[in-house]
T-cell receptor, first 114, second 114 residues
Framework: AQSVSQHNHHVILSEAASLELGCNYSYGGTVNLFWYVQYPGQHLQLLLKYFSGDPLVKGIKGFEAEFIKSKFSFNLRKPSVQWSDTAEYFCAVNGETGANNLFFGTGTRLTVIP | ETGVTQSPTHLIKTRGQQVTLRCSSQSGHNTVSWYQQALGQGPQFIFQYYREEENGRGNFPPRFSGLQFPNYSSELNVNALELDDSALYLC?????????????FGPGTRLTVT
C-alpha cells in the first residue's frame, strides 16, 4: 500500500535559518512527487513537482526538493527562511486509484520567528 | 482567470442528515477531484470526476457520492452523516484528466457534524 511519511510535525526556525523538511514515500509504480503549501487562511498551493529528469527540482519562492530514489525520499529545502514562509507543508505522491489523484502526507507545520 | 470556488464556506449538520457541497472549477478545467481533510491530517482523496463520470475513487463508503455538470462544476453529497465526517472538504480542478496531477485547490468547505 502506498504511504507518505512526514516525520516532522512542527518545525520552529528563526529567520535566515536553513530549512529541510523530510518526506519519505512508498509506491509501487512510476512515481510523481509534489510539495504543496498552505499559508494561514489560504488555499493549498503547489510549491514544486517532480515527474522525471533532473532529481533536483526548483519551485516557487526559493524552495527546492531532491528526489533520491534509493532512499524513497523527496525532502524540501530552502537555504534561508523568511517569516512569510510560516505555513503548513504537505508532501504528496500520485495515487493508485486509477484516477490521477494525489496521496498526501500528514503535513509539517513550519513556524518562522522574526 | 477565476480560481476554484466552493460553497458554502461553513456548514453545521446533525448526525444522520444529508449534505451537498458545491464546487466551481477553474476556468478551462474539465476534471474535478474531491478531498477530505480531517483536523491535523493531510487531504484524503474521495473521488474524481471527468466528463460527468466518476473517474476513480478513494477508500470512502458509497454514502459519499458526487456529480459533475456539463459546465464542469461539481457536487459532493454525503448521506447519513456521522460525527467523523466533520472535516474540511476540498475541491481541486485540473486542466484535463491526463494532466490531473497538476491540481488547483479551492478554499474548502468546513463541515461540522454534531
Amino acid at each position: 500500500a502506498q504511504s507518505v511519511s512526514q516525520h516532522n510535525h512542527h518545525v520552529i526556525l528563526s529567520e535566515a535559518a536553513s530549512l529541510e523538511l523530510g518526506c519519505n514515500y512508498s509506491y509501487g509504480g512510476t512515481v510523481n512527487l509534489f510539495w504543496y503549501v498552505q499559508y494561514p487562511g489560504q488555499h493549498l498551493q503547489l510549491l514544486l513537482k517532480y515527474f522525471s529528469g533532473d532529481p533536483l527540482v526548483k519551485g516557487i519562492k526559493g524552495f527546492e526538493a531532491e528526489f533520491i530514489k534509493s532512499k524513497f525520499s523527496f525532502n524540501l529545502r530552502k537555504p534561508s527562511v523568511q517569516w512569510s514562509d510560516t505555513a503548513e507543508y504537505f508532501c504528496a505522491v500520485n495515487g493508485e486509484t486509477g484516477a490521477n489523484n494525489l496521496f498526501f502526507g500528514t503535513g509539517t507545520r513550519l513556524t518562522v520567528i522574526p | 482567470e477565476t480560481g476554484v470556488t466552493q460553497s458554502p464556506t461553513h456548514l453545521i449538520k446533525t448526525r444522520g442528515q444529508q449534505v451537498t457541497l458545491r464546487c466551481s472549477s477553474q476556468s478551462g478545467h474539465n476534471t474535478v477531484s474531491w478531498y477530505q481533510q480531517a483536523l491535523g491530517q493531510g487531504p484524503q482523496f474521495i473521488f474524481q470526476y471527468y466528463r460527468e463520470e466518476e473517474n476513480g475513487r478513494g477508500n470512502f463508503p458509497p454514502r459519499f457520492s458526487g456529480l459533475q455538470f456539463p459546465n464542469y462544476s461539481s457536487e459532493l453529497n454525503v448521506n447519513a452523516l456521522e460525527l467523523d465526517d466533520s472535516a474540511l472538504y476540498l475541491c481541486a480542478s485540473s486542466l484535463s484528466v491526463t494532466d490531473s496531477y497538476e491540481q488547483y485547490f479551492g478554499p474548502g468547505t468546513r463541515l461540522t457534524v454534531t
